[in-house]
């Protein structure tokens, strides 16, 4: 005898949220400007490049950047971001072709909507095989204008802000 099934069976489909929808506004093609300490007592470093970043399935994005990066010379960075409903949280990772470690972010949206603050645990700038704790900021000054700044949690409990990235969008 053949049972029917009254519950609906899990799935591993899912729809965009509205957090999935706030993630669009980075699809696109941007160039930026970065600047960037080169030590606490060093000069600051500019630099310029381009980001293409798409969207995967309306839950992701992929971020794809080149440019000069500081003491690196010609460098690709990826990034992903997405949304988990279970966790309430923003995940996503961070790679560059200047280094081996895979940044592996969590965050949040600020109640205006206007700024992801993402997580990060990484190498150290200050001890060899130290790690620290980082934050990266994506904030939006309009929809064709965002910056990202890069701080770096100090042995002295305080945030210390490395790195500003001037992004705009390319008509």
Known sequence: ??????QQEPTMVSEPQKEHHWLQKLVGEWTYETECKTGPDGP????????????????????????????????T?????????????????????MMTHLWIY?????????????NAEGPSMTGEGQTAKYKDVIEFKSSDRRVLTSH??????????????NYQRQQ
């Open 152 to 165: 770096m949690l100090g042995d002295d409990g305080q945030w210390h802000h490395f790195m500003t990235a």
């Open 44 to 75: 600051i470093a500019k630099s310029t490049g381009t980001e293409s970043v798409r969207s995967i399935g309306g839950l992701w994005i992929l971020a794809e950047g080149q440019g000069e990066m500081p003491g690196c010379g010609l460098a």
């Open 106 to 118: 969590d965050g949040e949206l600020d109640s205006n909507e206007r700024v992801l603050t993402l």
């Open 77 to 97: 960075t990826m990034m992903t971001l997405g949304y988990d409903p279970q966790t309430q949280r923003y995940v996503g990772t961070w790679l560059g072709s």
């Open 1 to 6: 005898m053949e049972t029917t099934k009254t």
